[in-house]
């Protein structure tokens, strides 16, 4: 009887070792979608680069360098604001068009999924796309989804046009990157007005943004033909100053366990992050009411990139399951505790992510391991009447011996 209850204790002791393992190291499988990283060269810092010359009509914001050449005027500049380097027609605005040339070659040769012409409405995973007329049109809402991979790349391949409808929008989901983004068109792109657009468009000829339109990404346009100009109007174009990604495999929470959420914010292209930020997270679900449920400071890495791990403990009896948002600003801001107070001037970035319910134990899985381990010590002491081993537990105060 005795060797019976010695091996059930054994066994008892081996599945708490094995569960603590797996619960320490608890976390959903995130998927990994490959597609391979598309290389601008020197054009990647361009938020706008045309061949052909730039108009401008109205109040446009770039965010990003500028440049054209061999035609390098530039039309209506007295009322855009750039963030970055107008290169007109230099040297680094000729080297730039030349690896752009390069960058629209290659992504043309890729091998693609053909798709409907008409993306609006629809929803596509990483990978490479075409569409059997040679076009692509988005009326309505493209959604994106990397499915929690923010390395996920997006290529869309035209030989003749792309055109988007009057408030169209380009969506990001699940850690998409606008930076990922990429659509070769064999001829022009055209913008509808107060669209929402993001990725970067390597345009054969000429790119029309009309008014009101907003870009998150670059206006690459002459990759082939030296008519290629761009037009803007009242737009704000580049990319934002950080991109953001949450990975929400890594974020849960529920009313009895403080989970440990990952924010991850990459630097956009022309501006690197540096030096200290803030990042104040809200539960923006309707339940949770936007409150701010926490604000944590943390700094740039040489390579601009910002990490922050914030851990919410029962401390926070509202933090509940739904839609949460992680907002960046500098140090010098002291975020609302309402999300709809945040001031959009003070907003650097921002990220939405959906946090779930927890599946861990309130106790997490390491303690609970050794806690069934020193049981099972305890039962099979009681069993053989006399200590198979001394384990020592040691506090501030007392020492036990088992």
């Known amino acids: 009887m005795k060797n019976i209850l010695r091996t059930i204790v054994s066994l008892t002791a081996t599945l708490a070792l094995a569960v603590s393992l797996q619960l320490s190291a608890f976390g959903p499988m995130v998927q990994a979608v490959y597609t391979t990283p598309v290389n ?18 109205g109040a446009t914001t770039i965010t990003g360098d500028v440049g054209t050449f061999a035609t390098t005027t530039e039309t209506g500049f007295e009322t855009v604001t750039i963030t970055g380097t107008n290169h007109a027609g230099d040297s680094v605005t000729q080297g730039a068009q030349t690896d752009l040339l390069t960058a ?7 091998t693609p999924s053909t798709v409907a012409t008409e993306l609006g409405g629809t929803t596509r995973n990483a990978g490479v796309y075409n569409s059997a007329a040679g076009t692509f ?19 869309f391949q035209m030989a003749s046009t792309l055109t988007t409808i009057t408030g169209s929008v380009v969506t990001l989901i699940n850690g998409a990157q606008a930076s990922n983004v990429y659509w070769q068109v064999g001829s022009s792109a055209t913008l509808g007005a107060n669209s929402t657009f993001r990725g970067t468009i390597l ?5 029309t943004v009309n008014s009101g339109a907003t870009v998150n990404g670059r206006l690459l346009a002459g990759a082939v ?19 953001s990604y949450s990975d929400s495999s890594f974020v849960t929470v529920s009313n009895s366990f403080g989970a440990t959420g990952a924010a991850v914010y990459t630097s956009g292209m022309g501006y690197t992050p540096s030096g200290n930020y803030r990042i104040a997270y809200y539960d923006a679900s309707a339940a949770g009411g936007g409150q701010r449920l926490k ?31 992680a907002v960046v600003s500098t140090t010098g801001y002291s975020p609302p505790a309402s999300y709809s107070d945040y001031s959009s001037v003070e907003r650097i970035a921002e990220d939405t992510f959906t946090v779930s319910a927890s599946a861990i134990p309130e106790v997490p899985g390491a303690i ?16 053989r009447k006399k200590p198979v081993m001394a384990v020592v537990l040691k506090s501030d105060r007392y020492v036990y011996r088992i």
């Open 104 to 110: 629209y070659n290659e992504i043309a040769g890729r």
């Open 368 to 383: 609970t391991g050794m806690a069934a381990i020193g049981m099972c010590f305890v039962a099979y002491y009681f069993i």
């Open 40 to 57: 601008l060269g020197r054009a990647a810092n361009f938020a706008v680069l045309a061949q052909a010359g730039i108009t401008n009509t």
């Open 225 to 243: 033909t030296a008519s290629g100009a761009v037009t803007l109007a009242t737009n704000t174009a580049g990319v934002t100053f950080i991109e």
């Open 137 to 155: 049109g988005i009326t309505g809402t493209l959604t994106l989804d990397a499915q929690n991979d923010p390395n996920a790349v997006f290529i």
């Open 203 to 207: 345009a054969n000829t000429t790119i």
């Open 295 to 325: 604000t944590s400071d943390t700094a740039a890495d040489s390579t601009g990139r910002i990490t922050d791990s914030s851990l919410f403990p029962n401390g926070y009896p509202s933090a509940i399951a739904g839609t949460w948002k």
